[in-house]
Structure formats: C-alpha cells, structure tokens
C-alpha cells in the first residue's frame, strides 16, 4: 500500500496542533519512506531536550499511521531543521 501524502498531513496536523495549531508541515514522499517537516514557533517544545521529545512524536506517528494504512511505513520527522 502506498503512502498517502493527504492522510500524513491530516494526522500529522491533528498530532502537531495540540502544541501549535499554527505550525506549517511540509511532506515529502520518498522511494523508501517519507519525510515530514515541521516548522513550529514552539520548536523547542516539538524538540525537547537533547531530540527526545522529537523521537516520541516521530514514534507516535508511525504508529498512528501505521494503524490508519494498515502497515508499518517507514517516516522521518524533522522539526525546524532539527535534525539537519
């Protein structure tokens, strides 16, 4: 089953918008997964201390995901460049 780039920003947003209803999110749909960027006032939040807080959301949202599709894909999810 393929990726569906309207079903991650729909549930990513609805993830993200607890924190910051005004965070832009921008996907990117890859070979072998796909990308998800967040760009967040409350970055440092999304981020938390030393990415831990990035690593649960990005965890939640796979799991979500994986739910909603039906099958584990793989996803990265970056905030404010964070991992760059």
Do not use: W
């Not at 894909?73 to 760059?84: F, M, N, T, V």
């Amino acid at each position: 089953m393929s990726l569906d780039k309207i079903k991650i920003q729909k549930t990513t947003q609805n993830l993200i918008e607890h924190f910051d209803p005004e965070a832009k999110i921008e996907i990117v749909i890859k070979d072998d997964g796909c990308s998800v960027g967040i760009e967040s006032e409350m970055s440092g939040l999304l981020i938390g201390r030393r990415g831990e807080t990035l690593e649960a959301l990005q965890h939640l949202l796979r799991l979500i995901l994986a739910q909603e599709i039906g099958e584990y894909q793989p996803i990265l999810l970056d905030i404010s460049g964070y991992r760059a």
